[in-house]
């Protein structure tokens, strides 16, 4: 057995046992959730326009990294997603110790975009929308842990500013039915994960978890976004995790 064939049977086997259930009972994970994130385009972020610079990351947590990653591969103006780990040290950076849920660490993806095409106030639009459910505390859907919260480790203190002021617009304007659970967590190390994780989605389309998680996230994308999305989706393949 491969290392992948290992980790994922070992760590997603519940998932895909609850997966397996709703869908006999004619529900999807997101529909079986306390609170939904709403199906609709969220309000523009009040950030400054204008940037001095043709690249720009962030590292954004919201459940498991494959759709996170997905969603975000999909984005124009993305130059890069990486699937990884942040909130932890790097010694307990792997997946199979990341997965007990006592490392710290948070499922994550470092997103990568040039804001002249795609600003950060886009990024995080799609990241609530779209891309998990932020009202939910350490979990999304069928996840469950610290590992799979809902975190934002912004690289520098506007970044920071941005996000906290969107979370406090958000929860002020009653977007959701629930408060966001999303924290900021600044000055983490976000560390990339195993070869076999990147580009998940893309190279897994049919894989139970990924047809009932997150395709429907795309989609979302698709048409809530449509000036956003692009068909084919930015690989970590062709570029590499560093």
């Known amino acids: 057995m491969t290392q992948f064939q290992s980790d994922t049977s070992r760590f997603r086997a519940t998932i895909l046992a609850?997966?397996?259930?709703?869908?006999?009972?004619?529900?999807?994970?997101?529909?079986?959730?306390?609170?939904?994130?709403?199906?609709?385009?969220?309000?523009?972020?009040?950030?400054?326009?204008?940037?001095?610079?043709?690249?720009?990351?962030?590292?954004?947590?919201?459940?498991?990294?494959?759709?996170?990653?997905?969603?975000?591969?999909?984005?124009?103006?993305?130059?890069?997603?990486?699937?990884?780990?942040?909130?932890?040290?790097?010694?307990?950076?792997v997946y199979?110790?990341?997965?007990?849920?006592?490392?710290?660490?948070?499922?994550?993806?470092?997103?990568?975009?040039?804001?002249?095409?795609?600003?950060?106030?886009?990024?995080?639009?799609?990241?609530?929308?779209?891309?998990?459910?932020?009202?939910?505390?350490?979990?999304?859907?069928?996840?469950?842990?610290?590992?799979?919260?809902?975190?934002?480790?912004?690289?520098?203190a506007e970044q920071a500013k941005i996000a906290k002021t969107y979370i406090a617009q958000l929860n002020q304007a009653h977007i959701f039915s629930a408060a966001i659970a999303t924290k900021i967590e600044p000055g983490r190390i976000f560390y990339p994960a195993e070869d076999y994780h990147q580009d998940f989605l893309t190279l897994h389309p049919r894989y139970p978890y990924i047809v009932y998680n997150d395709l429907p996230k795309i989609e979302d994308l698709k048409t809530l976004f449509p000036d956003l999305y692009r068909a084919d989706p930015v690989l970590v393949a062709a570029q590499g995790t560093n």
């Open 18 to 93: 609850t997966v397996l259930l709703l869908a006999g009972a004619g529900l999807t994970p997101s529909q079986a959730t306390a609170q939904e994130a709403p199906r609709l385009p969220l309000p523009a972020v009040d950030e400054q326009p204008g940037q001095n610079t043709d690249s720009e990351t962030i590292v954004l947590a919201g459940g498991c990294f494959w759709g996170v990653q997905g969603v975000f591969q999909h984005v124009q103006g993305v130059t890069s997603a990486v699937s990884g780990y942040a909130g932890g040290d790097k010694s307990t950076a």
């Open 96 to 156: 199979e110790t990341v997965s007990t849920g006592t490392t710290g660490h948070a499922e994550s993806v470092r997103v990568t975009f040039d804001p002249r095409k795609v600003s950060l106030g886009h990024i995080l639009q799609v990241y609530f929308s779209v891309a998990h459910n932020p009202t939910e505390l350490n979990r999304q859907g069928p996840d469950v842990g610290t590992q799979y919260r809902s975190a934002i480790f912004p690289v520098n």
